[in-house]
């Protein structure tokens, strides 16, 4: 099932690093900023890492958890994470639940070839587990304060 906007985010169970468990429930009173990239150690990708990196302190000052999800596993996870010195956790959606329930898998053409690959995409869920915004096949310049933004007005809505 796939989220909706303004609607309740469906049942749904992902592990991210540092053993957190993301499910809509574990996550209630507090909003969560739901990012979807293709890959670690790619070069968009790291510097969207090094964004939310850069105003996490920012997020966490409006109320908001961060979360970055990819395909990639745990273990190329861990890295990125070390070596960006992310302070948010990411999820492995190795089995790509997350990324087809959100519907983020699309296909593309890589050096000729149709790959499916994840449509970059960001998801903002309010503290009730509501989805309130979607942004997708964004481009990572000028995003990342643009979420700000929106997890800042939010917080004003229900304040």
Not at 51 to 61: G, I, L, P, S, T
Not at 96 to 113: A, P, Q, R, S
Not at 123 to 150: S, T
């Amino acid at each position: 099932m796939t989220p909706a906007l303004n609607k309740p985010l469906p049942d749904i169970e992902a592990l991210a690093t540092g053993g957190v468990k993301f499910t809509p429930q574990a996550f209630l009173g507090r909003v969560v900023v739901l990012y979807f990239y293709p890959k670690d150690n790619t070069p968009g990708c790291t510097t969207e890492a090094m964004q939310f990196r850069d105003h996490h302190k920012e997020f966490v000052k409006a109320g908001a958890v961060v979360l970055g999800v990819s395909r990639d596993n745990m273990i190329s996870h861990d890295k990125f994470k070390q070596n960006l010195e992310l302070p948010f956790d990411l999820i492995a959606d190795t089995e790509e639940k997350l990324c087809h329930m959100f519907g983020v898998v699309k296909n593309k053409i890589m050096y000729g070839k149709k790959v499916k690959g994840i449509e970059r995409s960001t998801f903002l869920i309010d503290a009730q587990g509501v989805l309130r915004e979607e942004w997708r096949g964004i481009k990572v310049a000028g995003h990342v304060e643009e979420v700000l933004k929106a997890v800042k007005a939010l917080k004003k809505e229900t304040a």
